[in-house]
């Protein structure tokens, strides 16, 4: 089996709505059947037991090589954490080719299991001996290490209830929810509106008692302590208990508490010292329980007990052995991945093990309980018991005091006392420290007690109760009329005020400022769009080559359109071999239209007609035929419809939605031509449906529409028109059959002397649609000029030239005295045209480099 390409899929497809790795292969004729209980299925489940069924109950279908690499894949995938459930392979009209496609929730791990599974079932199919235990043993660590950690997942899988968009910005825990200007972002527990600042305190444990004792918060007294000699000075001013701390550390690493000797003093400042700045801060040790409190907002969402790591003894066991035996607990593990950390005996758990008369060998008496250390952080390997409900509102209120006393939008407030349901000053106990981005995993699992959500608490902060994050978008897709469609429903959007980010063929843009140039119609393009934090709505052009690349670059959106389904757009490219395989392309955009949302279909076109079972929302279908009985059938059904009413001349848009019509006037819409350009017509009904689902007020669509011209500014390449020696030049993108057909369509009702047509054609495109070109063009022009593009596209010179001529020669309808010439360039082809051209002519430019071509026409027309 050869891998020609493999490529992942970051958005909604064409295969699914979740993220997929696709693979395109080619299998050898021996590798494309292998029957049920096979030697080679038998091979690899020696290798991989748990890979499951191959097939489903009863099925004996024959399978590919493909088959059983996709099916190791997502199994793999499973055994190392990740929770993938979708495979497929879908087979060419193309003989040994396939394409494999597995769902992934992590880009890395994919592809690392489909580079295991193609090792794999290589090993079997060659019968040669494979371990699967190291390469399995690696995913699961790199899976630990690339999935999002408790305390950042507990808020993204909060946001995603809510319907909030997210996507990761790096690999470890920073995260964007939200787009345009609803866009937010959380590095794990801390939101972007808690400042450097208050983070800077916080991690100052000195500087962050001060402050609190200066707003009356009990805190314990203690000082920094450069050198252990006046480490010693403030433990014996203190005469008491001590703890010892770095002065600027977290997750607990380094803390020793209850120091009552100079010999442990010792002990706990060296450890203290190799955190952080190397300062230890030594202060009078509270007793008490240690509590955590976390803090979002301005409201106290849970609080916990925390024990410090510790065995019981069994009379048998060392107490380094009883600490191997607890850390076989399935819920221990290494880092924050896991319900609880793995105990470690260190240095400091060495100290403590030794203030209780015992060393990390002995063994203790059966029931005698052995402390590790004194601290309770989790990181250390403590445990946690959930306490909120038991919380004292006078409590609630001085630790939520403390978290915004210094600037914490997410804060775990660490109390030591007896008791959290009676306040703390009628207790004697006191405030410890304050952290910034806290774990949450204490409270998501408890060791004991109920579990918090506390990553709706921080959504919530973030956005309220009824904000999701998401600004207006409308997607666009079609063969024809997208950019035209995409511009209109920008340009209606900015003139109700909204600062919008729209995308298309010609580049990326935010306010009318250009952030790209090129065909920008694909989901890196939408992605730059939705990011951009003054973007207030989105309309997206949504091509062919993007949706096959990559998928979409958006979960959802508020409408889709499609404009129409062109039978020679692309065909033969990329495995999308029929217009049926485009369709089912194109759609990818209507099944993913909100539920509450809004699909725009064609009703002229079959394949649009056809998408409307695919849409999870409303669909409405437009027609600029008079008499569609697709309308009028949804018309009297009370459905949605957008069509047109009155006599020729005369004639309105009328659209009907959410039980209203609305009337449109085509004479007030001047890219119509009061009708006449019917291809424009469809445009604009599908703008105004979009608009009119987004609540945009009539009266602003009518103004807008009235200040819309298809002029090279507001739709370059698109029907653009100027004026020459008494006659008219159109210039336009058309490159497929269907776009040539609807410009020919058009310009039958427009008077002319000489048609002429300046005309080339795209070297990728099939034989049969670069000959179904010109026999269009033949049948209609009097004048033909042919240039080939800048590029080829893998064509030989003068190739397109013969199939066009071919097209030509075989139009039924050609115009008497047809004149055909081939020239080289397209300058040089426009030039010729404009040279020829006289009074009352008519002369189609089919431009290729359409800036460039539109910047020569402005120049060289003359008027």
């Not at 968009?165 to 939101?191: H, N």
């Not at 009990?218 to 770095?246: I, M, N, Q, S």
């Not at 993007?546 to 670059?553: A, K, T, V």
Request: net charge negative; glycine share 10%.
């Amino acid at each position: 089996m050869i891998v020609e390409r493999v490529r992942a899929l970051r958005g909604p497809n064409l295969w699914n709505r979740t993220t997929c790795l696709e693979a395109q292969v080619f299998c050898e004729a021996d590798e494309r059947s292998y029957p049920n209980q096979s030697d080679l299925e038998i091979a690899i489940r020696s290798y991989f037991p748990h890979v499951g069924p191959w097939r489903s109950t009863g099925n004996l279908e024959e399978l590919s090589l493909a088959h059983f690499v996709g099916r190791v894949c997502l199994k793999l995938q499973t055994e190392a954490g990740s929770p993938v459930t979708f495979m497929h392979i879908a087979a060419s009209l193309k003989d040994g080719y396939y394409r494999i496609v597995v769902q992934y929730d992590e880009e890395d791990l994919a592809k690392k299991a489909f580079d295991t599974a193609l090792e794999l079932v290589n090993a079997a199919r060659e019968g040669k001996p494979y371990d699967l235990g190291p390469s399995l043993a690696e995913m699961i660590e790199l899976y630990d290490d690339i999935k999002l950690g408790p305390s950042t997942n507990s808020i993204v899988q909060a946001a995603v209830r809510r319907g909030i968009p997210y996507r990761r910005l790096t690999q470890g825990s920073l995260v964007q929810f939200g787009w345009g200007v609803k866009q937010r972002r959380i590095q794990a527990a801390e939101i972007d509106t808690t400042s450097a600042i208050s983070e800077a305190i916080a991690q100052d444990k000195d500087l962050t008692k001060n402050l609190l004792h200066a707003a009356g918060i009990p805190v314990p007294e203690g000082r920094l302590c450069e050198t252990f000699e006046e480490a010693v000075d403030t433990f014996k001013a203190l005469g008491g208990a001590v703890a010892v701390k770095p002065s600027d550390g977290n997750q607990g690493k380094g803390v020793t508490v209850n120091v009552l000797d100079e010999g442990h003093l010792r002990v706990a400042f060296d450890a203290a010292k190799q955190y952080g700045n190397g300062i230890p801060i030594v202060e009078r040790f509270i007793p008490g329980h240690d509590y955590r409190f976390l803090v979002v907002g301005n409201q106290l969402v849970a609080a916990a007990r925390r024990e410090p790591p510790n065995v019981v003894g069994d009379g048998v066991h060392t107490v380094r052995e009883l600490v191997e035996i607890e850390n076989k607990d399935p819920r221990r593990g290494e880092g924050h991945g896991s319900a609880l950390t793995k105990m470690k005996i260190d240095t400091i758990a060495v100290a403590r093990i030794q203030k209780q008369g015992l060393e990390p060998d002995s063994v203790p008496a059966k029931g005698v309980r052995v402390v590790l250390r004194n601290n309770a952080n989790l990181s250390t390997g403590g445990t946690a018991t959930d306490v909120t409900d038991s919380v004292h509102p006078l409590m609630a209120a001085k630790v939520v005091q403390a978290a915004q006393q210094i600037g914490i939008d997410i804060c775990g407030v660490d109390v030591v006392c007896e008791r959290v349901d009676i306040p703390m000053h009628e207790q004697g106990g006191g405030i410890v420290e304050v952290n910034a981005a806290p774990g949450l995993r204490m409270h998501l699992e408890p060791s004991y007690g109920r579990g918090r959500d506390v990553g709706e608490a921080v959504i919530q902060t973030m956005y309220g109760p009824d904000n999701n994050g998401r600004i207006p978008l409308v997607a666009v897709t079609g063969t024809n009329g997208k950019t035209t469609t995409v511009r209109l429903v920008s340009h209606i959007l900015r003139h109700q005020g909204l600062t919008v980010g729209y995308t298309g063929t010609e580049g990326v843009y935010v306010a009318d400022h250009q952030l790209d140039t090129g065909d920008c119609s694909g989901p890196k393009s939408a992605t730059k769009v939705l990011m951009h934090p003054d973007c207030e709505a989105a309309v997206l052009e949504c091509a062919r080559g993007g949706m096959l690349r990559e998928g979409i670059g958006f979960d959802l959106c508020d409408v889709a359109i499609v404009t129409n389904i062109g039978e020679g757009d692309h065909l033969g490219l990329n495995f999308i071999d029929s217009v049926e395989d485009l369709a089912l392309l194109k759609s990818v955009i209507i099944q993913n239209v909100n539920p509450k949302g809004l699909a725009v279909l064609n009703a002229d076109d079959a394949h649009c007609v056809e998408m409307a079972r695919r849409s999870p929302g409303t669909v409405m279908f437009f027609s600029t035929q008079i008499d569609s009985k697709i309308i009028a059938v949804h018309r009297a059904q009370g459905r949605p419809t957008c069509g047109l009413v009155g006599e020729p001349g005369k004639q309105e848009i009328r659209l009907s939605l959410h039980g209203k019509d609305h009337l449109f006037p085509l004479k007030d819409i001047p890219v119509t031509e009061n009708g006449l350009f019917d291809f424009q017509v469809g445009n604009v009904m599908c703008a105004i449906a979009a608009c009119v689902q987004l609540n945009v007020p009539t009266d602003i669509i009518v103004d807008a529409l009235k200040h819309f011209d298809a002029d090279a500014q507001s739709v370059p390449g698109r029907f653009n028109r100027f004026k020459h020696k008494g006659g008219l030049v159109i210039a336009d993108y058309g490159h497929n059959p269907d776009a040539i057909a609807a410009l020919v369509k058009t310009l039958t009702k427009v008077p002319a002397k000489t048609r002429r047509i300046v005309l080339s054609a795209a070297g990728d495109r099939r034989d049969v649609d670069i000959i179904e070109q010109g026999r269009i063009a033949g049948g209609f022009f009097d004048d033909i000029i042919l240039f080939e593009d800048a590029c080829q596209r893998g064509r030989e010179d003068g190739e397109t030239f013969k199939l066009l001529q071919s097209g030509i020669a075989q139009s039924e309808s050609r115009p008497a005295g047809q004149n055909v010439a081939t020239l080289r360039g397209e300058f040089n082809a426009i030039q010729t045209a404009l040279d020829a051209a006289g009074e009352g002519d008519v002369t189609l430019v089919l431009v290729d480099q359409v800036n460039e071509a539109l910047e020569y026409l402005a120049k060289n027309c003359k008027n």
